[in-house]
C-alpha cells in the first residue's frame, strides 16, 4: 500500500505560480511512476505530468510553463506551475503507480486561478 498526501494548492492570479507537492508513505520502495492529474468541474480526469527513473512527460497544454520534479530521498513529488492560466483551474491529483501496476491516488488539492 502507498498512501499520498497532497499540498500547496490554493487561489492565485493569472500569471502566477504555485508549487504542489505530494508525500508518499508505505511501500514507497514499490513506487514505479510518480505524477500528476488534475481535474476540472464537468470534465475527466486529465493527466498533467509524470516522472519515472528521470524522464519526464508532460500534456501539451503545460509544456513550458509546468515542471515535475522528484525528490526520493523525501519521497516527495512537486509540480512546479508557472505562468497559472483560468484553465489551470482544477482539482489536481497525485498518483503513483508500483512495479506491479498497481495505481493509488492521493485526495486532491484544489487549484484555482483567477482571471
Known amino acids: 500500500q502507498v498512501q499520498l498526501v497532497e499540498s500547496g494548492g490554493g487561489l492565485v492570479q493569472a500569471g502566477g505560480s504555485l508549487r504542489l507537492s505530494c508525500a508518499a508513505s508505505g511501500s514507497i520502495f514499490s513506487i514505479n511512476i510518480m505524477g500528476w492529474y488534475r481535474q476540472a468541474p464537468g470534465k475527466q480526469r486529465k493527466l498533467v505530468a509524470i516522472?519515472?527513473?528521470?524522464?519526464?512527460n508532460y500534456a501539451d497544454s503545460v509544456k513550458g510553463r509546468f515542471t515535475i520534479s522528484r525528490d526520493n530521498a523525501k519521497n516527495t513529488v512537486y509540480l512546479q506551475m508557472n505562468n497559472l492560466k483560468p484553465e489551470d483551474t482544477a482539482v489536481y491529483y497525485c498518483?503513483?503507480?508500483?512495479?506491479?501496476?498497481?495505481?493509488?491516488w492521493g485526495q486532491g488539492t484544489q487549484v484555482t486561478v483567477s482571471s
Open positions: 498518483t503513483s503507480t508500483t512495479w506491479g501496476g498497481d495505481d493509488y
Open positions: 516522472t519515472s527513473s528521470g524522464v519526464k
